[in-house]
Structure formats: structure tokens, C-alpha cells
């Protein structure tokens, strides 16, 4: 993984990713100005990991270039099956934003892919300082939290 310098191409795209994502779906143009120092660019090389199942949640991703595998390992001994592939405008990892839980999957890129992130420790510190912001990214975690629940998305 190698972090990468970003543009005004790479920061418009981003921009208009992230008003497809719940969380900054309702961001004023103000706070979204907030965010976007934040988030970096890394190229991931073919086969290597994101991250594991069962790791913490530490990030937000989104695919800017390339493919990311999803894949399930159900036991110790069982081999890890692909659930759905991503590719550019996908995001993945929103959750680790609010928790620290257990990563419950593997992803990792197909070919040399390029990814936004966005560490949690850097979410939090934006919601301190942005406490509307806060509320509704509470309101929308409490809607997903139930929605899962559910059985839904």
C-alpha cells in the first residue's frame, strides 16, 4: 500500500461519492469543506489485503480505481468465499466510523486499485467539532442499527 498525492480531479470525484454514502449524505457544502482534508489516497498492489475478517474497524473506504474483493471465511478451517466485488464509486467500512467492531469480512484488490480512506480517529475529531453533524450521523447509525436488526441494509 502506497499513499498517494491528491488533486482537484481526485477531490471533485470524491465530493460527489460521498453524498451517495448516509453518513455524508446530509453535509452542508461547509462541512463536506471539513472533510475532505481528511480523507487520503493509497494504491493497493493485486492480491493484497484492505484488511482481514476479524480485524478492528479502523477505516471508510471508497474505490477510486480498480476492484476489491469482499470474501467470508464462515470457520478456521474453511476456505474464504467472495461475496461481492467493488468497484469505482463502491464504498465500503462506513461502520467502522461509529464502532470499533470486528471487521466481518476480508477484502482485498483484484488488480492494482486505488482507495479513499478515511480513518475513524479522524471522523470522530470532525463530529467534535461539527455537533449538528453529529446528530444526524447518530440519527442515521440508529436507523442502520435497527434496519440490520431487521434482516434489511
Known sequence: MDKLPMGDAEYGLLARVLRKVDFFAPMTIGQMEKVLPYIMLYQYAPDENVFKQGSVG?????????????RITKGFFSFAKTITTLGPGDFFGEMALLSSDARSATVVSLE?????VLLQADFQF???ENPAFHEEVKKIAARRKFASS????
Open 58 to 70: 479502523d477505516a471508510f473506504y471508497i474505490v477510486h480505481q480498480g476492484r476489491v474483493a469482499v
Open 112 to 116: 492494482t486499485t486505488r482507495l479513499f
Open 126 to 128: 470532525i463530529l467534535k
Open 150 to 153: 431487521q434482516g434489511g441494509k
